[in-house]
């Protein structure tokens, strides 16, 4: 199993939204580097929902459900289904993550423009220390 950290606006699509929806396509990603990392998820896969622009903090985990699929009508973008798992008891800001120093290789950090990017074993854990997940 691979960790992810998934970014969507919560005013366009949140941690309500897909635990009301309770399970969504997630789509709509332009850019090639995060079309290649939708592209390596696998299902039973777990990724992290964080809202950027207006609260920028990890809020919840998911389970990918789906592996990719064509995003569109050619093969050039890519989409997976996603499931919520658990909403973080204490959302975990872009402030804690780079005050932490056990994240300081986290990739969300280094490529702060990405909508996917990966997340190693040890990371996932300390996200979740923080969020307060067991």
């Known amino acids: ?6 970014r969507s ?7 309500d ?3 009301r929806d309770g399970e969504t ?7 090639y580097t ?6 390596e998820m696998e299902v039973g896969d777990r990724a992290i929902f964080y809202h950027s622009n207006t609260e920028k903090a990890a809020v919840g985990t998911m389970e990918i459900v789906r592996a990719w699929r064509p995003d569109g009508d050619k093969d050039q973008w890519a989409s997976v289904a996603v499931k ?14 780079k005050a932490e120093p056990r994240l300081a290789a986290l990739e969300v950090l280094r490529q702060s ?3 996917v990017t990966p997340v190693r074993d040890d990371e996932w854990a ?8 067991k």
């Open 17 to 19: 939204h897909l635990t």
């Open 113 to 115: 423009r990405l909508s």
């Open 25 to 31: 396509e997630w789509d709509g990603v332009r850019n």
């Open 34 to 39: 995060a079309r290649n990392f939708l592209k």
């Open 126 to 133: 300390v996200l979740m220390e923080l969020g307060g997940v």
């Open 84 to 97: 919520p798992l658990e909403k973080m008891p204490v959302p975990v800001t872009l402030a804690a993550m």
């Open 1 to 6: 199993m691979r960790y992810w950290l998934l």
């Open 9 to 15: 606006e919560p005013d366009v699509y949140g941690w």
